[in-house]
């Protein structure tokens, strides 16, 4: 029995992907969180075969919980499921330590398929991803690992201090970074990064649910 836990902030498709999955008889889900920061303990508490989780969440990004997960188990198997097919997201996932990546495009036929690669052992990548995950670049790429967390928490529309207490830094430190960030992106205000985020799909275009609460991750 393959024992799989749920990380999407969306009551709804938690439901559908537990229906999906739970129709194969070696397949189980063991647990469930709406937000990164919930699931962290609960993980751990459940220790699934393999965490499915959503890009987008209300506090950390898939990004950020990958890294987290791992540090406290470098053995978790992690598969991501979400709507950003393209841009330097998922070869970050993927560089972060996650085992898959699947488009949320796709049918259930292939997150199972995703969930049975992951748990014994190997790695998936949708084909729909195409040679894009290691050949296409976006500005985003110029950035060390240190600037994309910033550049991720500024499209958030985190604060200087915001910044600075998620990431461990001083305010100062988050000043300098969020400068260097800009520069290198060639961006002037928030609002320009927040488009070069949306046309390198670091963020869902503006009308397929620019709420978070509405958000498909």
Known sequence: MIRVFLIDDHPLVRVGLKWVLETHADLSVVGESSSGMDA????????????LCDFHLPDW?????????????????????????????PRRL????????????????????????????RRFLDEILGPRVLFETTPFDRLSPRQLEVARLMVQGKRNSEIALEL?????????????????????GDFALARLAMDCDLLPPMGSGTGRSNRGG
Do not use: F, N, Q
């Open 40 to 51: 962290l303990g609960a993980v751990e508490d459940c220790d699934p075969d393999v965490v």
């Open 61 to 89: 990004d898939g990004l950020e919980v990958t890294r987290r997960l791992l540090a406290k188990d470098p053995d978790r198997k992690i598969l991501i499921v979400s709507v950003v097919d393209g841009g330097p997201v």
């Open 94 to 121: 993927l560089a972060a330590g996650a085992m898959g990546y699947v488009s949320k495009a796709r049918d259930g036929s292939v997150v199972v398929r995703a969930v049975r690669e992951v748990a014994a052992g």
């Open 168 to 188: 461990g830094l001083t305010e100062s430190t988050a000043r300098t970074v969020r400068a260097k960030v800009m520069a290198k992106l060639g961006v002037h």
